[in-house]
């Protein structure tokens, strides 16, 4: 358990008055599905950011007109990633998409700029939803801008992750991150979970050699959907630990979720 001793300042420190990372889900342990459920959705993030952020480079190196973009959706549909920018119209009548990239779903960086398709209902339905979670989430937003990440849930519902955007390579960020519930049609917001209050900078490179990482959840002690995603797409984070006021779990590169025992008996072994 030597290994863990590093993690003791600074776990102090984090959950003393003022602490500013944490977990706004006052959970004690997800139960046996619960847990699957996190690592699943996780690991769609991960490749729905990969997606997204492979067609935003194309966009931006092929010299893309800013005043016609406004909203991104991605969609993983036939063995392809499709992602499509646009904005909505002046009189919000309707969702335009201006530029369209695809990729197969197996190599998402193999993107290519094809003419724009006719838009089905179901992208339009997820714009609005992305717009109505943006809206919803003005009055506590710590970022200036936001990767959001769509996805239609099995009850009709969507759900839209909202993840700071980074523009800094020699940072990643971890945190400040929601989960939106809108209605079916995108137009009602239904919930907002704020996934972690706080937003950590964390060096992009570790310069000691060695790889891992932890971060501290005060109010709750699950790994969140956003947690798995980050470690997928920062494997020099991982093992990553998530050390709760109770428990302490461990992320792996694979995004599967350990839970290790009790923080209190961890960080004093």
């Known amino acids: 358990m030597r290994k863990y001793y590093i993690c003791l300042l600074y776990f102090i420190f984090i959950l003393a008055p003022g602490g500013i990372f944490v977990s706004a889900q006052e959970e004690i342990l997800p139960s046996a599905d619960e847990i699957p459920r996190i690592e699943k959705r996780g690991r769609e993030i991960a490749e729905y950011e990969?997606?997204?952020?492979?067609?935003?480079?194309?966009?931006?190196?092929?010299?893309?007109?800013?005043?016609?973009?406004?909203?991104?959706?991605?969609?993983?549909?036939?063995g392809r990633w499709n992602?499509?920018?646009?904005?909505?119209?002046?009189?919000?009548?309707?969702?335009?998409?201006?530029?369209?990239?695809?990729?197969?779903?197996?190599?998402?960086?193999?993107?290519?700029?094809?003419?724009?398709?006719?838009?089905?209902?179901?992208?339009?339905?997820?714009?609005?939803?992305?717009?109505?979670?943006?809206?919803?989430?003005?009055?506590?937003a710590k970022a200036s801008g936001y990767n959001t990440d769509v996805f239609r849930e099995?009850?009709?519902?969507?759900?839209?992750?909202?993840?700071?955007?980074?523009?800094?390579?020699?940072?990643?960020?971890?945190?400040?991150?929601?989960?939106?519930?809108?209605?079916?049609?995108?137009?009602?917001?239904?919930?907002k979970i704020v996934l972690h209050k706080g937003i950590l900078d964390m060096p992009a490179q570790n310069k000691t050699g060695k790889t891992g990482g932890f971060h501290t959840h005060i109010l709750g002690d699950n790994a969140m959907e956003t947690d798995i995603a980050f470690v997928l797409l920062n494997p020099?984070?991982?093992?990553?630990?998530?050390?709760?006021?109770?428990?302490?779990?461990?992320?792996?590169?694979?995004?599967k979720v350990t839970v290790l025992g009790r923080t209190k008996e961890i960080l004093l072994n």
Do not use: C
């Open 83 to 140: 992602v499509y920018f646009g904005k909505f119209f002046n009189d919000q009548s309707g969702f335009e998409v201006n530029y369209f990239f695809s990729a197969p779903v197996d190599d998402p960086h193999a993107m290519e700029k094809y003419p724009v398709p006719r838009i089905t209902n179901e992208i339009r339905m997820r714009a609005a939803a992305v717009k109505t979670a943006l809206k919803s989430i003005e009055p506590e």
């Open 50 to 78: 990969r997606a997204a952020m492979s067609a935003t480079d194309m966009l931006w190196d092929m010299g893309a007109e800013e005043e016609k973009l406004e909203i991104y959706i991605a969609e993983k549909a036939s």
């Open 236 to 255: 020099q984070f991982a093992p990553h630990l998530i050390l709760g006021r109770e428990w302490v779990s461990q992320i792996n590169k694979d995004g």
């Open 154 to 191: 099995d009850d009709g519902t969507i759900s839209v992750y909202l993840i700071p955007g980074n523009t800094n390579p020699d940072v990643v960020v971890l945190g400040g991150d929601f989960r939106v519930i809108v209605s079916h049609d995108g137009t009602k917001t239904l919930d």
